[in-house]
């Protein structure tokens, strides 16, 4: 089976400005990729390019024919005064589906509220989006990323702005839609990356890809990720996962 | 009251208030939500410079207004996403060269130009079957556009990223929308004047956005706005014998304090 996602060699930025170099990653059917590393180190700019939002400078992107594609991008920047109600936003994610011309399928509209109930958005589905709070706004903008049942689903910090209780809710959505797509998610959260993806790419200028969800500090420091700035606090008062092979601190 | 309606230029006027309504709630409402309202101003000011070639040519001013405008639109655009030139500096660079050229060119013309007041001021008793069928041709085709692509419409206006990667037309729809836009700006300055035009792209709009935060209901909303302003400013220019224009802008914004002072006190009793 072809791969999802192929890069080879790539170098992309802004303003010629380079900010990741020689990146090759690829990227199969159901894998959970979690992305870490330095704030600057460029895992938006990655994901960028994967959502062909970003042109590289060198090298090859590949891209499944006919892939679709679910995105939550970071602290939407979005116009919080844009007259458009939380319903509107999430069903904005049906647009692939929907042929130009033409009103979205039942079906799809059908899961969307399945999902604005999921996600506990159903009830204010009528109010303008940009008067939620962060956390219920942050919720919409996931509905949005998930409800075409993409095959690529990517997400920039889901876990922003939401409370535990809710990122857990999530991660466990997430975990669900993962037996169907593909997901690449970027997250400071150590914790929740080990626990739930299968895969780490520590991406800090270059990306390093470690196969399997263990983080040891070791691995971080020879891979040039320094830890304390993926991680929220000195290394103690973070619990990872328990390490099967004894733990290498 | 009555007796107004029996001269068939005050019927044409109405038709042409109701037209230009119709267009400027729709493309106004994208305008002001999309918050580019600056970049119409651009193009107003730009096509100034098509107005003084058409002068200096012999041609009809509004025809190359029309191509000044449409290919500012697309130059801002192209300058911002291309270029790499900040789109408000882009902006400014094509006001201001617009304004020159148009001043150069009508410098340029021999004799005195006789409606040059026509276009800064507007006149909409002075518009002819002609530009009433151009505006209703464009009130059908921006209706249409809106009708059945809205959706799409809405998801690039409120999250270009995002719409581009679900597979959309981002580019194509960006620019049929931008050049809608400076060909109603064009076509409606002899209506209203290169000086207001944009108040009837951007006061209605912003007057039912008090009123609703559904950008169906707001663009419907601001035609009726419009409507009211346009009709009522058109009595008023007739009974105190003052520019149709001006009135026209000065009911609307009468209307938007209206409504706007309506609404916090609402809010205050709540």
Redesign the interface.
Known sequence: MEDLITLENIDAGY?GVKIIENISLSVKENDFLGIIGPNGGGKSTLIKVI???IKPYKGKLKIRKGS??G?L?QF?S??RK????VQ??V???L??N?R??RS?AKKDLENAELLMKKLEIFDMRKE?VG?LSGGQMQRAFLC?AMV?NPDIL?LDEPNSFVDKGTSSDIYKILLELNSKMAILMVSHDTGVISSYVKNIACVNKTLHYHPGSDITSQMLDKYSCPVELIMHGPLPHRVLRTHQNGGKK | MIEILQYPFFLKALLTALMTSILCGLIGSYIVSRRIVFIGGGITHTSFGGIGLGYYLGINPVITAAVFGVLSAIGIKAASDKADIREDSAIGIFWALGMALGIIFIYLTPGYAPDLMTYLFGNILMVSMTDIYIITGLSIIASAVFYFLFNEIHAIAFDEEFAKTQGIRVNLINYTLISLVALTIVFNIKVVGIILVMSLLTIPQTAASVITKNFRTMIFLSIIIAVISSFSGLVISYYFNIPSGASIIFSSVVIFVIIKLFYNLRRKKQ
Not at chain 1, 82 to 85: E, Q
């Open positions: 303003n959502l062909g939002l679709k594609f995105y991008p939407t979005a116009d844009f007259p458009i109600s509107e936003t069903v904005s994610g647009l692939s929907k130009l011309f979205f303008p008067e949005r075409s990517v």
